[in-house]
Nanobody, 125 residues
Framework: QLQLVESGGDLVQPGGSLRLSCAASGFKLDFYYIGWFHQAPGKEREGVSCIRADGSSVTYVDSVKGRFTISRDSAKNTVLLEMNSLKPEDAGIYYC??????????????????WGQGTQVTVSS
């Protein structure tokens, strides 16, 4: 059974940092495109970042460029999202998703075949 589990969410002050993890079981993440998505309270889920299956390319939504970094830890079968200079608007639930048909910011795209349960990020002083 293909499964993704996110972790690393926490309460952090504005300007702080967090590292989110997306761990896979039942399949090898290296063969998949992995996307990170953010869902703020009362809003739709939106793409934040994506890494190609071969790791050769990464993309970010404009609002997180220069602050977030996506990377793979193949030994741990995990994809990380380093989040720096966090802002209150970054708060919400963060999900990772896996697919084989390329990156897209659309959370409703059929490209995303497997989703995690999400991890909560709170940014508040």
């Amino acid at each position: 059974q293909l499964q993704l589990v996110e972790s690393g969410g926490d309460l952090v002050q504005p300007g702080g940092s967090l590292r989110l993890s997306c761990a896979a079981s039942g399949f090898k993440l290296d063969f998949y495109y992995i996307g990170w998505f953010h869902q703020a309270p009362g809003k739709e889920r939106e793409g934040v970042s994506c890494i190609r299956a071969d790791g050769s390319s990464v993309t970010y939504v404009d609002s997180v460029k220069g602050r977030f970094t996506i990377s793979r830890d193949s030994a741990k079968n995990t994809v990380l999202l380093e989040m720096n200079s966090l802002k209150p608007e970054d708060a919400g639930i963060y999900y990772c998703a896996a697919g084989t048909m390329g990156c897209t910011e659309s959370a409703t795209s059929v490209r995303w075949r497997t989703w995690g349960q999400g991890t909560q990020v709170t940014v508040s002083s």
